[in-house]
């Protein structure tokens, strides 16, 4: 093993005991958990935050700018309960903390790799949906939004190919916020999933 790769694994291990001491201390104490999976600029989740104040609101994504930004808008507002962090998925999920369980996960207009040799970098994919049923409550549901057909197509297939979840036809979207990503969009399509 070169000691490249050994700096990166090192360096991987303090980033999720990082990420999974700021979990304990700012998600350890929420009864009622809510994450915003590549939150952009927090638009969406600064608005569910106002309209839910019971719930800790939590979005990550990996541009530090767009963390700033989120975390500017929640200062503005007083929004002791939301909270942004610049976070890479996969480790995210790694560093919670045990019992740590979310009661609804956000993921709109993720990238869609629309390449087919790109599709491994896809979000959505069986180990993701795996985890995220560990890492919900029994109730949750996950809300998905995209502008790609054939991601929003990639999506359904999977979601119906498992075990731990399936779209809640005809549920309605928690809540509806224009943003200034979502309103470059022409069209979008939308799906909730429950935990089967």
Not at 12 to 30: D, P, Q, V
Not at 33 to 54: D, K, M, Q, S
Not at 121 to 140: C, G, K, V, Y
Request: glycine share 6%.
């Amino acid at each position: 093993m070169s000691e490249g790769y050994q700096e990166a694994l090192r360096q991987r291990a303090e980033r999720i005991e990082r990420l999974r001491a700021w979990c304990t201390e700012h998600l350890g104490g929420a009864s009622r958990r809510v994450l915003e999976i590549g939150c952009g600029h927090g638009h969406f989740l600064t608005a569910y935050a106002v309209a839910n104040p019971e719930q800790a609101c939590t979005g990550i994504d990996l541009v530090t700018k767009r963390i700033e930004k989120g975390n500017a808008k929640a200062e503005k507002r007083d929004l002791a309960q939301l909270r942004f962090l610049k976070a890479e998925l996969g480790e995210f999920l790694e560093a919670l903390p045990e019992g740590m369980l979310f009661e609804r996960v956000f993921m709109l207009f993720p990238d869609p790799w629309p390449k087919k040799r790109h599709f491994k970098n896809r979000m959505i994919q069986a180990s993701f949906l795996e985890r995220l049923a560990e890492i919900t409550t029994p109730d949750a549901d996950f809300c998905y939004r995209t502008d790609h057909e054939g991601y929003f197509a990639w999506t359904v297939e999977h979601i119906q190919a498992s075990a731990q979840w399936t779209i809640k036809q005809e549920a309605e979207w928690p809540l509806e916020e224009r943003s200034f990503f979502q309103d470059m969009m022409e069209s979008w399509q939308s799906l909730i999933a429950v935990k089967a």
